[in-house]
């Protein structure tokens, strides 16, 4: 079965430290994975996906098969990052789009 | 601007009551999703749309039904609303006219809290 683990619910480092939120998946087909962020009074929004191999505010994520993990990281945390983030993964097979998510970790960036 | 939005944005119910809260989005997507957030089990799929007259189940779709008679709109109806059914329920859509290999991006409206006492 599909599975999406975030081991911690609650991440908290001071500005300009490193950080990286960790995603483990479960599913024995070819993943597509997900991080989508939800800042506070704001909607959920995706952040990036590991096709695009793309850089969004800083942040990169690597998919891992090996280690089936797809960890979200930034070298250098900024205040304004603190938000609810959430690692999700998608199923490629016959256009099903359904997504399947962690239960977030809350990153607190502290001044 | 093309968007998603829903309402209520706050509903308080009494349980037993039946519940309809309401999705609406404007960018001709096809795909539309209904999830409810909770602290610990973060977002869990309810029911989703691939297409008008295409409703199926998601992951705790008990206690829950939608309908979809357009593109645009997929209403989320709780038929007698329980106290576990208290959450904060988010919508989504998604293109799905591209690709069917590929996962199209999520777009959320900004949740519908609920409360049923």
């Known amino acids: 079965a599909q599975r999406v683990t975030q081991p911690e619910k609650l991440l908290s480092v001071f500005k300009g430290a490193p950080v990286e939120l960790k995603c483990n998946y479960s599913?024995?087909?070819?993943?597509?994975l997900f991080w989508y962020v939800q800042y506070s009074r704001q909607r959920l929004q995706l952040l990036l996906r590991?096709?695009s191999r793309e850089s969004i505010k800083g942040f990169t994520a690597d998919l891992n098969k090996g280690e089936t993990s797809f960890h979200l990281k930034k070298p250098f945390a900024q205040e304004e990052d603190s938000a609810m983030y959430y690692c999700?993964?998608?199923?490629?097979?016959?256009?099903?789009?359904?997504?399947?998510f962690g239960k977030g970790t809350k990153l607190t960036v502290n001044p | 601007d093309a968007e998603i939005t829903q309402s209520p944005r706050h509903k308080i119910t009494e349980t037993g009551r039946q519940v309809t809260l309401a999705c609406h989005q404007t960018?001709?997507?096809?795909?539309m999703f209904w999830y409810r957030q909770d602290l610990g089990h973060g977002l869990r799929l309810i029911h989703y749309?691939?297409?008008?007259?295409?409703?199926n189940k998601g992951e705790v779709s008990d206690g829950y039904s939608v309908s979809r008679s357009n593109t645009e709109d997929l209403p989320l109806t709780l038929e007698s609303a329980a106290s576990s059914q208290t959450s904060v329920y988010f919508c989504?859509?998604?293109?799905?006219?591209?690709?069917?290999?590929?996962?199209?991006?999520?777009?959320f409206g900004p949740g519908t809290r609920l409360t049923v006492l």
């Open positions: 989504a859509s998604s293109d799905g006219s591209g690709e069917i290999s590929r996962t199209d991006t999520q777009y």
């Open positions: 960018w001709n997507h096809n795909n």
């Open positions: 599913y024995s087909g070819s993943p597509e």
């Open positions: 999700a993964l998608s199923m490629t097979q016959g256009g099903s789009e359904k997504l399947v």
């Open positions: 590991h096709i």
């Open positions: 749309s691939y297409g008008v007259q295409d409703t």
